[in-house]
């Protein structure tokens, strides 16, 4: 329905900041419910930020604790994900993901992905 293209992750100390960004192509960008996924080796996906297309309503993963912060874009179609304070759990595959109806935090509710970016937090 959309292609999704993650890009900045990368490596970084304990403490750090990384931004990441995914940018959208083939459809309207704000007629998608938008969220940040991420996942570690051995774990399941789980639910980093959500972005509700209509509202603009914001929600986090209960571990963020105000770290992150997801924004949109809408000019150039792409939705960030500013992480400060990096932790080493944060450490994993970071996917964008998107649909045009589910707005939640299940991860095989949504009907488009993007290939991810890897971020690694070191102590």
């Known amino acids: 329905q959309v292609q999704l293209v993650e890009s900045g992750g990368g490596l970084v100390q304990a403490g750090g900041s990384l931004r990441l960004s995914c940018a959208t192509s083939?459809?309207?960008?704000?007629?998608?419910?938008m969220g940040w996924f991420r996942q570690a080796p051995g774990k399941e996906r789980e639910s980093v930020a959500t972005?509700?297309?209509?509202?603009?309503?914001?929600y986090y993963g209960n571990f963020v604790k105000g770290r992150f912060t997801i924004s949109r874009d809408n000019a150039k179609s792409t939705i960030y994900l500013q992480m400060n304070n990096l932790k080493p759990e944060d450490s994993g595959v970071y996917y964008c993901?998107?649909?045009?109806?589910?707005?939640?935090?299940?991860?095989?509710?949504?009907?488009?992905w993007g290939q991810g970016t890897q971020v690694t937090v070191s102590s």
């Open positions: 993901a998107a649909d045009p109806v589910y707005r939640g935090i299940e991860a095989s509710k949504y009907a488009s």
């Open positions: 083939g459809r309207i960008f704000s007629s998608y419910n």
């Open positions: 972005f509700w297309r209509d509202t603009g309503n914001k």
